[in-house]
């Protein structure tokens, strides 16, 4: 094996290989001595962003980037066993070895601080990877999607394992290590990103480590200069910039590049290598002349709007109507790790330039500019900054996430229509409130319509439609939507109500939310104990003198079905029964519950020996359910002993055979040939009996058969 260290100042960054010639690349740990300085120096700096969740802590593992993509990449936050792959032959004698959830508060659970953190480094991660048609993803994908299979396979992707200490099994100082070009892999070859080395798990250098190690699971080498394995960029204020293939940890703006900085030692086009992993880029959202231009969100004198500028020559273009005066248009990147210095631009209904914006000290760009009333354009696109030979960059990398908003000035003076959001626990009506701006010398009218959300018709709700009427001088009415009262449990549900095509007004805001609670109590799982012998040790054929394997199976049991997926997973935990001493073997794993279903089952390998002992237990244990709660968490499994003395004797039809058994005895019936037809035996009923229903087939020349029995059971 050729290892090839990082050197502790960050001066050499050498390709790593393992004894199989396979190459791997580790991202340097956290420079504290760094941080201060660099933070003076950054408006993201090394700290958290703060602020609470973007999303609802439920949703914290649900979360998708582009889920109609056909490539994944997975942010595993919740702890992994690797086995089989090169990380395992090279670093831990091929053993298996498990990784533990991202967890800095140490706490037994996920704390909302972690759910947080976790959802922050899920957005950052996304904006590196939005302009690609791929999916950046916390939810667990299938395995297939993980494994490129060849052939016809068009699915495959990555796995980023997030959690523990690069001292657990990597034993060299490291924020990361990846395998170069796995994403392609026939296996699940996982890269990794240690927490710990991260400033304990700091939402911005986690998701630069993650963005970093999935490069070169892309295939993509370091970035640095002829004195520095890993470049960590240039410039001051939220334009200082670094290539996400250097050291990205201590500036606001990282980007893909292809080594346009001075001294640069690397200058691979890191888009195109990118783009050679079998996805490409994402479908452009909006149009890039004025002809194709999409319509802006506008509500009386009030605009907004979002897009994706995916590749370098993308330009999106937004068209609004305004009255004559003063508008104002903002147009910002996405907030957190963005990757897009932004050039807006303003032109008139004939496509002549009005305005534009491109300040050299900010990634966003703002219009202020006196209008006449008309038709106008919003242009927006990627730019770069200054010089790249000195502190600039240029627009090569300058792709991402954007949204603007500002003022225009409302048109005639003609009422405007809108509708706001309505709440109801199931089994009530929804009372959803349209509004006239002002009241009207002459009547108005408006169609509504309501269409299924996550709520179905008629499941949830009665679907209705119709015309709706406002008089002269009048300027609210109301809709009523009744909703369904049902015994399943399906969470919050929503559906859609709209308005359209409005007569002596305008439909200013015309899309409202229905919300239906549930009033169902949620579902819970529970795992069963189980109990069985634990078999022999095998004295012919192939597998003469191993153990006998025998399966132990539990039932994880729904209470309830649910209409969304369920997700819990579970472990094996020693008991008097150890893995150590080849009682069982362990066994772990995530159970996913389709809606609808309600059982799922989990298979325990017992194995066979010939020693005379005690009755022996070990615990199967649910945990970190998502969608509902566990009231069992424990299944027993109980390992009866079948090799104590035996006892034998003759069986008679109708007969009970057997009687007081000294502890751990078995009992050994012969079986007549006039009985051999029978492929059962059963316990009899009353207060010696066998406890279990023992099935035994016969064969031709099968004369016994010996069942295992508790202290005091007869056969």
């Known amino acids: 094996e050729v290892r090839c260290l990082l050197s502790a100042d960050h001066a050499e960054a050498v390709i790593q290989i393992d004894a ?37 802590y439920g949703n914290t ?29 090279s670093f831990n004698g091929g053993s298996s070895f498990t990784t533990p959830a991202y967890n800095p508060d140490n706490t037994a659970g996920f704390s909302n601080t972690e759910l947080t953190n976790i959802q922050k480094i899920w957005q950052r991660v996304a904006e590196d990877f939005i302009a690609f048609n791929v999916d950046v993803t916390t939810e667990a994908p299938a395995s297939g999607d993980l494994i490129n299979s060849g ?65 070169h699971t892309l295939g993509l080498q370091h970035d640095g200069t002829s004195s520095v394995g890993y470049y960590d960029g240039h410039g001051t204020g939220v334009t200082a910039w670094a290539p996400i293939m250097g ?59 979002a897009g994706v500028i995916e590749r370098e020559s993308d330009v999106d273009y937004f068209s609004f109507e305004t009255g004559t005066g003063n508008i104002s248009l903002t147009v910002n990147p996405f907030e957190l790790g963005p990757n897009l210095d932004i050039l807006a631009s303003l032109y008139d209904s004939v496509g002549q330039l009005v305005a534009t914006s491109n300040p050299a000290a900010s990634l966003a760009a703002s219009l202020n500019v006196a209008v006449t009333a008309g038709t106008y354009y919003l242009r927006v696109g990627g730019t770069g900054n200054g010089s790249v030979s000195a502190t600039g960059y240029s627009a090569y990398g300058s792709i991402g996430q954007y949204s603007f908003s500002g003022t225009i000035v409302s048109g005639d003076g003609s009422p405007s229509i809108s509708v706001s959001d309505a709440t109801i626990t199931e089994g009530g009506r929804l009372a959803f409130v349209v509004s006239l701006s002002k009241a009207s010398a002459s009547d108005v009218t408006v169609n ?76 819970s799982l ?62 772990s794993g995530t159970l996913e519950f389709a809606p609808g279903e309600t059982s799922k089952t989990i298979s325990v390998t017992v194995l066979g020996d010939k020693k005379s002992e005690a009755h022996e237990t070990f615990t199967v244990t649910l945990s970190r359910a998502v969608g509902v ?16 003395k035996t006892k034998t ?61 508790d202290s005091n059971d007869a056969t």
């Open 20 to 56: 199989q010639g396979n190459e791997w690349c580790e991202l340097p740990a956290v420079d504290e001595a760094e941080i201060a300085a660099d933070e003076a120096n950054t408006i993201a700096g090394g700290t958290n962003s703060g602020g609470g969740a973007p999303f609802d």
């Open 151 to 215: 052939g016809a396979d068009q699915r495959w992707g990555i796995r980023v394992v997030i959690g523990g200490s690069c001292n657990d099994w990597y034993n060299s100082s490291a924020g990361g290590v990846a395998y170069l070009t796995s994403f392609r892999a026939s296996s699940d070859v996982p890269c990794f990103v240690f927490p710990a080395q991260l400033g304990n798990g700091n939402e911005k250098y986690v998701a630069e480590a993650v963005s970093h190690e999935v490069g």
């Open 629 to 644: 709660k566990i009231s069992d968490s424990t299944g027993v499994g109980t390992i009866r002993n079948d090799d104590g």
């Open 61 to 89: 593992f649900l979360l998708h980037s582009n889920p109609t993509a056909k490539h994944t990449i997975y942010l595993d936050f919740d702890g992994h066993t690797t086995s089989g792959t090169q990380w395992n032959t």
């Open 649 to 709: 004797t003759k069986a008679k039809r109708g007969a009970v055979v057997g009687g007081e058994l000294d502890d751990y005895e078995n009992v050994e019936v012969t079986v007549p040939s006039q009985l051999q037809s029978r492929t059962s035996w059963t316990g009899f009923a009353g207060q010696n009996r066998i406890e279990d229903e023992v099935q035994w087939s016969t064969t031709a020349d099968e004369s016994t058969l010996e069942i295992a029995v």
């Open 247 to 305: 050291v990205g940890y201590y500036v606001n703006l990282s980007q893909w590049s292809k080594g346009e900085y001075s001294g640069a030692n690397n200058h691979e086009d890191d888009l195109a290598i990118i783009l050679g992993n079998g996805f490409g880029y994402r479908a452009d959202d909006y149009g890039n002349t004025i002809c194709t231009a999409g319509a802006a969100n506008t509500l009386v004198d009030v605009i907004d709007g």
């Open 448 to 523: 509504w319509a309501t269409a299924a959300g996550s709520a179905s018709s008629p499941a949830d709700f009665l679907s209705k439609s119709g015309t709706l009427k406002f008089s002269a001088g009048q300027t609210t009415k109301t809709i009523y939507i009744d909703t369904v009262d049902d015994l399943a449990y399906e969470g919050t549900e929503t559906l859609n109500f709209t308005l359209s095509n409005g007569v002596g007004a305008v439909v200013a805001d015309g899309s409202a939310t229905g919300t239906i609670s549930d009033n169902d109590s949620p579902p």
């Open 526 to 587: 529970s795992i069963n104990d189980v109990s069985m012998t634990e078999g022999k040790i095998m004295t012919s054929g192939k597998d003469k003198g191993k153990p006998q394997r025998k399966t132990m199976v539990f039932t994880v049991t729904l209470s309830s079905p649910v209409t969304q997926t369920v997700k819990v997973k579970y472990a094996t935990k020693n008991g008097t029964a150890k893995t150590s001493d080849k009682d069982y073997l362990s066994a």
